[in-house]
């Protein structure tokens, strides 16, 4: 029996990945806002000031919180952001149209393949080199590509919006999976001991239904103190934090459960305050001229990792989609094609806000090769989005034709006739 590749999801679906493509499209803005604001006091005579305020320290020391701000923005802000990625991700596959084994199998897939083949591409230019890197190129970031999309894809059909978001997020999953794993370089056991026995607490009352922000805060806080202290990167408590909310009501009833709720308030804090402020802490490399520019584009891990986003992310993505409707004897849905796939996959070689983060991760923050790496993700993502307008702007007709067919309301009851049918 043979069913879609990008077969149209229910309309409850459909509406809510609509209002979280909007405010994450928002969130990219503010994102593109802060990596330019960052480049430009960089860069600017005022950059010594620049560096002032990345190594400001603050917190208390008593606690060994005493932190620079760059590192409160990737081990702090982005825990909300992971948090935030953790609550999407098990509502998609609990409760969301990706609960079907068949429709899962797509996007879940594709981010492996988006993984799996960038970072080969890194090791093969690195080979004997700086291997330590090879994550970079991996992440994909969503808020940016739907800032992207929002400007050249307006028309994108309902399908390949909720593929994309549901691939950034799983992409999301499997870069804190590495992070955690090949990013953790001396391991406390006692600290980690300690985070899992708040997890399990915070998971206990949640699944309680708990919403008692005074009491789930702290625990939240102390959880995500707790793993910073043991070794294992901060940003892994939320993921974990997000994997513990229950997402069906008590009892079955209907409307929004826990994690819905939380997705709802915690979605703005983390797209509109996180994400933007880490781009602001974490873009902001000096490039020293042409010349500078050209020293950092010599460097095999920046080739490595432009390659990997601009080449790897879109060759990746579209095959192990590919091959999974090969096997599964799917076909792609009525009106789209495989450039459609490939054009997406370029879009999934925006990888800003979590390759920064590796990089830093992997080459120190602050060090020169550090700088390559910002150089090549930068760069790397703005010619990715570019071939992406080149691809999506050519299929735009197709994209408004199908666009419109969605959005036909004959018996004007506000829910589009292709999902009564």
Do not use: C
Request: net charge neutral; hydrophobic share 55%.
């Amino acid at each position: 029996m043979t069913h879609n590749v990008f077969s149209r999801g229910s309309w409850p679906e459909a509406r809510r990945i609509a209002d979280i493509l909007r405010k994450e499209t928002i969130g990219g803005a503010l994102l593109l806002a802060g990596a330019l604001i960052a480049l430009i006091w960089a860069n600017s005579p005022w950059a010594d000031g620049y560096r002032a305020l990345l190594g400001f320290t603050v917190g208390p020391a008593a606690l060994h919180l005493d932190l620079s701000l760059a590192t409160w923005a990737a081990d702090g802000l982005l825990a909300i952001f992971f948090f935030v990625a953790g609550l999407e991700l098990k509502r998609e596959f609990v409760a969301g149209d990706l609960r079907d084994p068949r429709r899962a199998a797509v996007p879940v897939l594709a981010a492996v393949g988006g993984v799996v083949v960038p970072a080969l591409i890194y090791a093969a230019v690195n080979a004997g080199g700086a291997l330590k890197g090879w994550a970079v190129p991996t992440a994909t970031d969503i808020a940016f590509a739907l800032a992207v999309l929002a400007v050249i894809g307006r028309f994108l059909p309902a399908a390949l919006r909720t593929f994309l978001l549901t691939l950034a997020v799983v992409d999301d999953l499997l870069a804190i999976v590495i992070i955690a794993i090949f990013y953790t370089a001396d391991l406390s056991v006692l600290p980690l001991l300690g985070a899992l026995l708040v997890l399990a607490l915070f998971t206990l009352l949640v699944q309680r239904r708990v919403r008692a922000w005074w009491l789930l805060l702290p625990l939240a806080f102390t959880a995500w103190a707790l793993m910073h202290a043991s070794g294992v990167h901060a940003t892994v408590a939320g993921v974990l934090l997000g994997f513990a909310v229950p997402v069906l009501r008590r009892g079955g009833g209907d409307g929004p459960g826990l994690a819905e709720h939380f997705e709802h308030r915690f979605r703005p804090l983390s797209a509109g305050v996180a994400v933007p402020i880490f781009a602001l802490m974490s873009a902001g490399v000096t490039v020293g001229g042409l010349s500078g520019l050209g020293d950092a584009l010599r460097d095999p891990v920046a080739v490595g990792i432009m390659l990997g986003l601009v080449l790897g992310k879109p060759v990746g993505i579209t095959a192990a989609t590919w091959l999974t409707a090969r096997f599964s004897r799917a076909k792609v849905d009525s009106g789209l094609s495989w450039v459609d796939v490939f054009g997406l996959g370029l879009l999934g070689g925006i990888g800003f806000t979590v390759s920064l983060l590796i990089g830093e991760l992997a080459f120190g923050a602050g060090s020169e090769r550090d700088g390559h790496v910002k150089v090549a993700v930068l760069g790397g993502s703005l010619i990715a989005a570019l071939l992406a307008t080149v691809v999506l702007r050519f299929r735009n007709r197709v994209y408004r034709r199908v666009h419109e067919a969605e959005n036909v309301d004959a018996n004007r009851d506000d829910i589009p006739d292709v999902y009564q049918t």
